[in-house]
């Protein structure tokens, strides 16, 4: 089994900056795909970004944030990173790592199903 703990949320001011890091432990694979997704209250879960895999492949963002957040990995650490810069009252959420084992598409990495591995989440909140 795969184990997912997220870190690094909290309040910031509009126009801040924070590091969200996702661990993984347990069973990991270096093909296992990563990605984070986001809830705010009375909404769906939206994807954020995300890896193909930890070894390489593609990465992806949503329209929203691709000019402001950065997704990153260290495979030693078994670690996901998203720097986000410039955040925005919107983008207050709780922010959840997700991973997938196997090979996945960099459409497919968008479909919050495909993913069975999910940590417990990690608030965000900015302020106006």
């Known amino acids: 089994q795969v184990q997912l703990v997220e870190s690094g949320g909290g309040l910031v001011q509009a126009g801040g900056s924070l590091r969200l890091a996702c661990v993984a432990s347990g069973r990991t694979s270096s093909v296992m795909a990563m990605a984070w997704f986001r809830q705010a209250p009375g909404k769906e879960r939206e994807f954020v970004a995300g890896h193909t895999s930890l070894n390489g492949g593609s990465t992806g963002y949503r329209d929203s944030v691709k000019d402001r957040f950065t997704i990153s990995r260290d495979t030693l650490k078994n670690t996901v990173y998203l720097q986000m810069n410039n955040l925005k009252p919107e983008d207050t959420a709780t922010y959840y790592c997700?991973?997938?084992?196997?090979?996945?598409?960099?459409?497919?990495?968008?479909?919050?199903?495909?993913?069975?591995?999910w940590g417990q989440g990690t608030q965000v909140t900015v302020s106006s």
């Open positions: 997700a991973a997938a084992p196997g090979y996945t598409t960099s459409q497919s990495m968008r479909v919050m199903k495909l993913y069975n591995i």
